[in-house]
Protein backbone atom coordinates (compact mmCIF):
# COMPACT_ATOMS: atom_id res chain seq x y z
CA UNK A 1 0.00 0.00 0.00
CA UNK A 2 2.66 2.46 1.09
CA UNK A 3 4.57 1.66 -2.75
CA UNK A 4 1.32 1.89 -4.50
CA UNK A 5 0.89 5.42 -2.71
CA UNK A 6 4.55 6.53 -2.83
CA UNK A 7 4.18 5.76 -7.31
CA UNK A 8 0.52 7.98 -7.18
CA UNK A 9 1.98 10.34 -5.24
CA UNK A 10 5.56 10.94 -7.08
CA UNK A 11 3.44 10.85 -10.43
CA UNK A 12 0.98 13.76 -8.91
CA UNK A 13 3.68 15.86 -7.42
CA UNK A 14 5.60 15.72 -10.48
CA UNK A 15 3.15 16.45 -12.81
CA UNK A 16 2.01 19.65 -9.80
CA UNK A 17 5.80 20.95 -10.81
CA UNK A 18 5.66 20.61 -14.66
CA UNK A 19 2.25 21.38 -14.55
CA UNK A 20 3.46 25.17 -12.47
CA UNK A 21 6.50 25.31 -14.65
CA UNK A 22 4.17 24.97 -18.01
CA UNK A 23 1.93 27.44 -16.64
CA UNK A 24 4.67 29.74 -16.11
CA UNK A 25 6.31 29.56 -19.41
CA UNK A 26 2.55 29.80 -21.13
CA UNK A 27 1.96 33.08 -19.06
CA UNK A 28 5.27 34.66 -20.06
CA UNK A 29 4.72 33.54 -23.77
CA UNK A 30 0.90 34.65 -23.92
CA UNK A 31 2.01 37.99 -21.90
CA UNK A 32 3.95 38.87 -24.74
CA UNK A 33 1.55 38.04 -27.46
CA UNK A 34 -1.06 40.28 -26.22
CA UNK A 35 1.78 42.98 -25.52
CA UNK A 36 2.46 42.06 -28.96
CA UNK A 37 -0.77 42.07 -30.11
CA UNK A 38 -1.29 45.54 -28.41
CA UNK A 39 1.36 47.22 -29.72
CA UNK A 40 -0.04 45.80 -33.46
CA UNK A 41 -3.70 47.05 -32.85
CA UNK A 42 -2.29 50.93 -31.51
CA UNK A 43 -0.74 51.53 -35.21
CA UNK A 44 -3.35 50.50 -36.80
CA UNK A 45 -5.67 52.42 -35.01
CA UNK A 46 -3.52 55.07 -35.29
CA UNK A 47 -3.20 54.80 -39.13
CA UNK A 48 -7.16 55.28 -39.38
CA UNK A 49 -6.81 58.28 -36.70
CA UNK A 50 -4.42 60.33 -38.87
CA UNK A 51 -6.41 60.10 -41.85
CA UNK A 52 -10.18 60.36 -40.46
CA UNK A 53 -9.36 61.68 -36.89
CA UNK A 54 -12.26 61.68 -34.40
CA UNK A 55 -14.76 60.25 -36.59
CA UNK A 56 -12.98 57.13 -37.07
CA UNK A 57 -12.81 56.67 -33.51
CA UNK A 58 -16.49 57.73 -32.49
CA UNK A 59 -17.42 54.90 -35.26
CA UNK A 60 -15.27 52.41 -33.59
CA UNK A 61 -17.25 49.24 -32.13
CA UNK A 62 -17.14 48.53 -28.44
CA UNK A 63 -13.64 45.95 -28.50
CA UNK A 64 -11.76 44.62 -26.06
CA UNK A 65 -9.59 47.68 -25.93
CA UNK A 66 -9.66 51.22 -24.39
CA UNK A 67 -8.91 53.78 -26.73
CA UNK A 68 -7.95 56.91 -25.61
CA UNK A 69 -6.64 60.05 -27.80
CA UNK A 70 -4.35 62.59 -26.18
CA UNK A 71 -3.26 66.20 -27.20
CA UNK A 72 0.75 66.98 -26.99
CA UNK A 73 0.16 68.74 -23.65
CA UNK A 74 -1.50 65.63 -22.04
CA UNK A 75 -5.22 66.61 -22.42
CA UNK A 76 -7.80 63.78 -23.51
CA UNK A 77 -9.64 64.48 -27.04
CA UNK A 78 -11.31 61.12 -26.80
CA UNK A 79 -11.98 58.31 -24.45
CA UNK A 80 -13.92 55.31 -25.75
CA UNK A 81 -15.00 54.64 -21.70
CA UNK A 82 -15.38 58.09 -20.38
CA UNK A 83 -16.26 61.58 -21.25
CA UNK A 84 -12.82 63.70 -22.13
CA UNK A 85 -13.92 66.51 -20.14
CA UNK A 86 -13.66 64.36 -16.84
CA UNK A 87 -10.71 62.94 -17.29
CA UNK A 88 -7.31 64.43 -15.84
CA UNK A 89 -3.78 65.11 -17.79
CA UNK A 90 -1.96 62.30 -19.05
CA UNK A 91 1.11 64.13 -19.96
CA UNK A 92 2.83 62.45 -16.69
CA UNK A 93 2.16 58.93 -18.21
CA UNK A 94 4.94 56.78 -19.00
CA UNK A 95 3.69 55.72 -21.51
CA UNK A 96 2.44 59.07 -22.98
CA UNK A 97 6.11 60.76 -22.33
CA UNK A 98 7.78 57.87 -24.42
CA UNK A 99 5.57 57.92 -27.46
CA UNK A 100 5.56 62.21 -27.17
CA UNK A 101 9.79 61.19 -27.21
CA UNK A 102 10.07 58.31 -30.05
CA UNK A 103 6.79 57.73 -31.40
CA UNK A 104 5.87 54.70 -29.28
CA UNK A 105 5.40 54.06 -25.86
CA UNK A 106 4.03 51.10 -23.45
CA UNK A 107 4.06 50.09 -19.86
CA UNK A 108 1.96 47.98 -17.57
CA UNK A 109 0.46 49.13 -13.88
CA UNK A 110 -2.63 48.68 -11.93
CA UNK A 111 -5.88 50.97 -12.61
CA UNK A 112 -6.85 53.34 -10.20
CA UNK A 113 -8.44 51.13 -8.32
CA UNK A 114 -5.57 48.59 -7.90
CA UNK A 115 -7.67 45.46 -9.09
CA UNK A 116 -6.71 44.98 -12.40
CA UNK A 117 -3.18 45.42 -14.15
CA UNK A 118 -3.23 47.27 -17.27
CA UNK A 119 -1.00 46.86 -20.32
CA UNK A 120 -0.92 49.99 -22.35
CA UNK A 121 0.43 50.90 -25.77
CA UNK A 122 1.08 54.65 -26.97
CA UNK A 123 1.49 55.95 -30.60
CA UNK A 124 2.37 59.44 -31.52
CA UNK A 125 0.30 60.62 -34.61
CA UNK A 126 1.45 63.07 -37.09
CA UNK A 127 0.22 66.07 -35.61
CA UNK A 128 2.14 65.65 -31.90
CA UNK A 129 -0.95 63.96 -30.48
CA UNK A 130 -0.50 60.36 -28.86
CA UNK A 131 -3.42 57.31 -29.21
CA UNK A 132 -3.25 55.15 -26.58
CA UNK A 133 -5.19 51.33 -26.31
CA UNK A 134 -5.06 49.47 -22.90
CA UNK A 135 -6.26 46.33 -22.05
CA UNK A 136 -6.15 44.21 -19.16
CA UNK A 137 -3.06 41.97 -18.77
CA UNK A 138 -4.19 38.22 -19.04
CA UNK A 139 -3.30 37.07 -15.31
CA UNK A 140 -1.56 33.15 -14.34
CA UNK A 141 -5.18 32.71 -13.19
CA UNK A 142 -6.59 33.46 -16.37
CA UNK A 143 -4.39 31.34 -18.20
CA UNK A 144 -4.57 28.68 -15.80
CA UNK A 145 -8.83 28.93 -16.60
CA UNK A 146 -8.33 28.79 -20.29
CA UNK A 147 -5.99 25.56 -20.03
CA UNK A 148 -8.36 24.20 -17.55
CA UNK A 149 -10.05 21.35 -19.80
CA UNK A 150 -6.75 20.20 -21.22
CA UNK A 151 -5.11 20.18 -17.85
CA UNK A 152 -7.83 18.40 -16.45
CA UNK A 153 -7.49 15.85 -18.97
CA UNK A 154 -3.87 15.50 -18.99
CA UNK A 155 -4.27 14.81 -15.02
CA UNK A 156 -6.54 12.21 -15.80
CA UNK A 157 -4.51 10.55 -18.04
CA UNK A 158 -1.40 11.14 -14.99
CA UNK A 159 -3.77 9.77 -12.62
CA UNK A 160 -4.79 6.55 -14.65
CA UNK A 161 -1.38 5.78 -15.93
CA UNK A 162 0.02 5.96 -12.31
CA UNK A 163 -2.65 4.37 -10.98
CA UNK A 164 -2.18 1.02 -13.32
CA UNK A 165 2.20 1.98 -13.09
CA UNK A 166 1.35 1.35 -9.04
CA UNK A 167 -0.90 -1.38 -8.87
CA UNK A 168 1.61 -3.42 -11.48
CA UNK A 169 4.95 -2.87 -9.14
CA UNK A 170 2.29 -3.37 -5.94
CA UNK A 171 1.45 -6.76 -7.97
CA UNK A 172 4.95 -7.69 -8.52
CA UNK A 173 6.21 -6.56 -5.10
CA UNK A 174 3.63 -8.60 -3.29
CA UNK A 175 4.48 -11.87 -5.51
CA UNK A 176 7.94 -10.98 -4.92
CA UNK A 177 7.51 -10.89 -1.35
CA UNK A 178 5.48 -13.85 -1.25
CA UNK A 179 8.04 -15.97 -3.34
CA UNK A 180 10.29 -15.09 -0.91
CA UNK A 181 8.12 -15.76 2.52
CA UNK A 182 7.42 -18.94 0.69
CA UNK A 183 11.29 -20.17 0.08
CA UNK A 184 12.28 -18.39 3.83
CA UNK A 185 8.75 -20.84 5.00
CA UNK A 186 9.95 -23.87 3.05
CA UNK A 187 13.82 -23.20 4.40
CA UNK A 188 12.56 -23.72 7.66
CA UNK A 189 10.06 -26.48 7.65
CA UNK A 190 12.70 -28.39 5.53
CA UNK A 191 15.62 -27.71 8.59
CA UNK A 192 13.05 -28.08 11.30
CA UNK A 193 11.78 -31.31 9.90
CA UNK A 194 15.92 -32.68 9.62
CA UNK A 195 16.08 -32.30 13.34
CA UNK A 196 13.58 -34.72 14.60
CA UNK A 197 14.05 -37.17 11.94
CA UNK A 198 17.69 -36.99 12.18
CA UNK A 199 17.15 -37.97 16.21
CA UNK A 200 14.60 -40.56 14.70
CA UNK A 201 16.38 -42.18 12.47
CA UNK A 202 19.91 -42.23 14.42
CA UNK A 203 18.19 -43.66 17.64
CA UNK A 204 16.29 -46.34 15.77
CA UNK A 205 19.51 -47.35 13.86
CA UNK A 206 21.26 -48.21 17.43
CA UNK A 207 18.66 -50.07 18.37
CA UNK A 208 17.95 -51.64 15.19
CA UNK A 209 21.59 -52.75 15.34
CA UNK A 210 21.36 -53.81 18.84
CA UNK A 211 24.12 -51.05 19.96
CA UNK A 212 22.03 -50.00 23.01
CA UNK A 213 21.40 -51.83 26.26
CA UNK A 214 18.53 -53.92 27.07
CA UNK A 215 17.57 -51.39 29.84
CA UNK A 216 18.48 -48.41 27.85
CA UNK A 217 15.93 -49.06 25.71
CA UNK A 218 13.33 -47.26 27.38
CA UNK A 219 15.23 -44.39 27.23
CA UNK A 220 15.62 -44.55 23.45
CA UNK A 221 12.71 -45.37 22.87
CA UNK A 222 11.09 -42.54 24.53
CA UNK A 223 13.48 -40.28 22.67
CA UNK A 224 11.71 -41.72 19.08
CA UNK A 225 8.38 -40.90 20.66
CA UNK A 226 8.91 -37.36 21.91
CA UNK A 227 10.69 -35.97 18.48
CA UNK A 228 8.11 -37.61 16.49
CA UNK A 229 5.17 -35.91 18.23
CA UNK A 230 7.75 -32.74 17.92
CA UNK A 231 7.19 -33.72 14.27
CA UNK A 232 3.62 -34.29 14.55
CA UNK A 233 3.15 -30.83 16.41
CA UNK A 234 4.86 -29.16 13.87
CA UNK A 235 2.46 -30.94 10.63
CA UNK A 236 -0.37 -29.31 12.58
CA UNK A 237 0.76 -26.24 12.85
CA UNK A 238 2.09 -25.75 9.55
CA UNK A 239 -1.72 -27.12 8.32
CA UNK A 240 -3.52 -24.61 10.49
CA UNK A 241 -1.14 -21.78 9.49
CA UNK A 242 -1.41 -22.80 5.56
CA UNK A 243 -5.00 -23.56 5.97
CA UNK A 244 -5.67 -19.77 7.23
CA UNK A 245 -3.28 -18.27 4.44
CA UNK A 246 -5.61 -19.93 1.57
CA UNK A 247 -8.70 -18.88 4.01
CA UNK A 248 -9.38 -22.88 3.83
CA UNK A 249 -9.91 -22.57 7.95
CA UNK A 250 -13.68 -22.91 8.68
CA UNK A 251 -14.30 -19.59 10.25
CA UNK A 252 -18.03 -20.14 11.21
CA UNK A 253 -18.38 -17.93 14.74
CA UNK A 254 -20.52 -19.30 17.60
CA UNK A 255 -20.97 -17.90 21.30
CA UNK A 256 -17.68 -18.86 23.14
CA UNK A 257 -17.67 -18.43 27.02
CA UNK A 258 -14.44 -17.68 27.15
CA UNK A 259 -13.66 -18.29 30.88
CA UNK A 260 -14.96 -22.32 30.31
CA UNK A 261 -12.54 -22.19 27.31
CA UNK A 262 -9.70 -21.09 29.24
CA UNK A 263 -10.59 -23.82 32.26
CA UNK A 264 -10.27 -26.08 29.25
CA UNK A 265 -7.04 -24.64 27.81
CA UNK A 266 -5.42 -24.78 31.74
CA UNK A 267 -6.73 -28.32 32.25
CA UNK A 268 -4.74 -29.28 28.89
CA UNK A 269 -1.33 -28.19 30.04
CA UNK A 270 -1.93 -28.65 33.61
CA UNK A 271 0.24 -32.04 32.91
CA UNK A 272 2.82 -30.16 31.21
CA UNK A 273 2.94 -27.22 34.25
CA UNK A 274 3.34 -29.90 36.59
CA UNK A 275 6.65 -31.85 34.67
CA UNK A 276 8.13 -28.40 34.95
CA UNK A 277 7.15 -27.57 38.25
CA UNK A 278 5.21 -24.59 37.06
CA UNK A 279 1.65 -23.15 39.08
CA UNK A 280 -0.96 -22.37 36.24
CA UNK A 281 -3.97 -20.09 37.81
CA UNK A 282 -7.21 -19.10 36.11
CA UNK A 283 -8.94 -16.22 37.53
CA UNK A 284 -12.05 -13.42 35.88
CA UNK A 285 -15.51 -13.90 35.23
CA UNK A 286 -17.90 -15.54 32.85
CA UNK A 287 -17.64 -13.52 29.34
CA UNK A 288 -19.44 -14.78 26.21
CA UNK A 289 -18.62 -13.45 22.53
CA UNK A 290 -19.19 -14.25 18.91
CA UNK A 291 -15.85 -16.39 17.96
CA UNK A 292 -14.53 -19.31 15.96
CA UNK A 293 -14.22 -21.88 18.56
CA UNK A 294 -11.12 -23.75 17.56
CA UNK A 295 -8.95 -20.24 16.70
CA UNK A 296 -9.48 -19.34 20.28
CA UNK A 297 -9.04 -22.47 22.13
CA UNK A 298 -5.71 -22.68 19.72
CA UNK A 299 -4.58 -18.75 20.24
CA UNK A 300 -5.34 -19.27 24.40
CA UNK A 301 -3.79 -22.76 24.17
CA UNK A 302 -0.25 -21.22 22.28
CA UNK A 303 -0.11 -18.19 24.39
CA UNK A 304 -0.60 -20.58 27.59
CA UNK A 305 2.10 -23.11 26.26
CA UNK A 306 5.05 -20.23 25.50
CA UNK A 307 4.28 -19.15 29.17
CA UNK A 308 4.83 -22.25 30.44
CA UNK A 309 7.54 -23.35 28.58
CA UNK A 310 9.93 -20.19 29.12
CA UNK A 311 8.78 -20.19 32.43
CA UNK A 312 11.54 -20.01 35.40
CA UNK A 313 11.91 -23.36 37.76
CA UNK A 314 8.82 -23.56 40.10
CA UNK A 315 7.67 -20.01 38.16
CA UNK A 316 3.94 -19.21 37.73
CA UNK A 317 1.56 -18.43 35.10
CA UNK A 318 -2.05 -16.64 36.06
CA UNK A 319 -4.90 -16.35 33.48
CA UNK A 320 -7.45 -13.99 33.69
CA UNK A 321 -10.59 -13.07 31.29
CA UNK A 322 -12.25 -10.13 31.80
CA UNK A 323 -14.68 -7.39 30.23
CA UNK A 324 -13.86 -3.87 30.02
CA UNK A 325 -16.29 -1.57 28.39
CA UNK A 326 -18.06 -4.07 26.72
CA UNK A 327 -14.92 -5.73 24.98
CA UNK A 328 -13.61 -8.99 26.10
CA UNK A 329 -10.49 -9.47 27.00
CA UNK A 330 -7.67 -12.45 28.24
CA UNK A 331 -4.55 -11.52 30.01
CA UNK A 332 -1.74 -14.12 30.45
CA UNK A 333 0.92 -13.20 33.05
CA UNK A 334 4.08 -15.42 33.72
CA UNK A 335 7.44 -15.35 35.86
CA UNK A 336 9.66 -16.59 33.07
CA UNK A 337 12.64 -15.59 31.39
CA UNK A 338 11.07 -12.18 29.54
CA UNK A 339 11.46 -11.13 25.90
CA UNK A 340 14.17 -8.40 25.10
CA UNK A 341 12.42 -5.15 23.40
CA UNK A 342 14.48 -5.86 20.87
CA UNK A 343 12.59 -9.00 19.70
CA UNK A 344 9.26 -8.29 20.79
CA UNK A 345 8.16 -6.70 17.44
CA UNK A 346 8.87 -10.03 15.85
CA UNK A 347 8.22 -12.58 17.99
CA UNK A 348 4.92 -13.37 16.26
CA UNK A 349 6.86 -14.36 12.75
CA UNK A 350 7.31 -17.71 11.95
CA UNK A 351 9.94 -19.44 13.49
CA UNK A 352 11.12 -16.53 15.09
CA UNK A 353 12.59 -17.81 18.68
CA UNK A 354 14.13 -15.47 21.04
CA UNK A 355 16.40 -18.12 22.41
CA UNK A 356 17.35 -20.70 19.73
CA UNK A 357 19.02 -22.57 22.51
CA UNK A 358 16.17 -22.73 25.03
CA UNK A 359 13.74 -22.96 21.89
CA UNK A 360 15.74 -26.08 20.98
CA UNK A 361 15.25 -27.43 24.56
CA UNK A 362 11.89 -27.10 25.42
CA UNK A 363 10.91 -28.53 21.49
CA UNK A 364 8.82 -25.24 20.11
CA UNK A 365 7.67 -25.38 16.63
CA UNK A 366 8.32 -21.38 16.07
CA UNK A 367 4.70 -21.84 14.44
CA UNK A 368 2.82 -21.13 17.45
CA UNK A 369 2.50 -16.76 18.14
CA UNK A 370 1.91 -16.86 14.06
CA UNK A 371 -1.49 -18.59 14.60
CA UNK A 372 -1.91 -16.32 17.78
CA UNK A 373 -1.45 -13.54 14.86
CA UNK A 374 -3.92 -15.01 12.50
CA UNK A 375 -6.45 -15.85 14.69
CA UNK A 376 -6.27 -12.49 16.22
CA UNK A 377 -6.56 -10.99 12.78
CA UNK A 378 -9.79 -13.00 12.10
CA UNK A 379 -11.32 -11.71 15.40
CA UNK A 380 -10.53 -8.34 15.01
CA UNK A 381 -8.44 -8.21 18.45
CA UNK A 382 -5.44 -6.48 19.33
CA UNK A 383 -2.25 -8.03 20.82
CA UNK A 384 0.04 -6.14 23.68
CA UNK A 385 3.11 -7.54 24.71
CA UNK A 386 5.12 -6.55 27.87
CA UNK A 387 7.98 -7.84 29.23
CA UNK A 388 10.88 -7.65 31.40
CA UNK A 389 13.68 -9.19 31.15
CA UNK A 390 14.17 -12.17 33.77
CA UNK A 391 10.89 -11.37 35.70
CA UNK A 392 8.26 -12.26 33.12
CA UNK A 393 5.72 -11.22 30.07
CA UNK A 394 2.37 -10.27 30.04
CA UNK A 395 0.28 -10.69 26.56
CA UNK A 396 -3.18 -9.25 26.44
CA UNK A 397 -5.93 -10.02 23.97
CA UNK A 398 -8.41 -7.31 23.51
CA UNK A 399 -10.89 -8.38 21.67
Known amino acids: MHRYLGIVGGALMAFILATGLIMGTMFTYFSDVQRQQLK ?13 QIGYLEKLPEENYRVTWISPDGQVLYDSDMAASQMENHLEREEVQAALRKGYGESQRYSGTMTVKMLYSAQRLADGSVLRLSMPQQTILMVIWDMALPIGFILLVVIGVS ?3 AARETKKANQEETEAMRREFTANVSHELKTPLHSISGFAELLKNGMVMEQDTGYFAEKIYNEAQRMIKLVQDIIILSRLDEGQENTTKSAVNLYQLAEGVIANLEPMADKNGITIELIGQQVVMEGIPHLLNSMLFNICENAIKYNKPEGSVLVEVSEIAGHPRITVR ?27 EVGGTGLG ?22 EGTLITVKF
Open 334 to 360: DSGIGIPMRDRSRIFERFYRVDKSHSK
Open 369 to 390: LSIVKHAARLHNAKLDVDSIVG
Open 163 to 165: VAI
Open 40 to 52: TETEMAALAVDAL
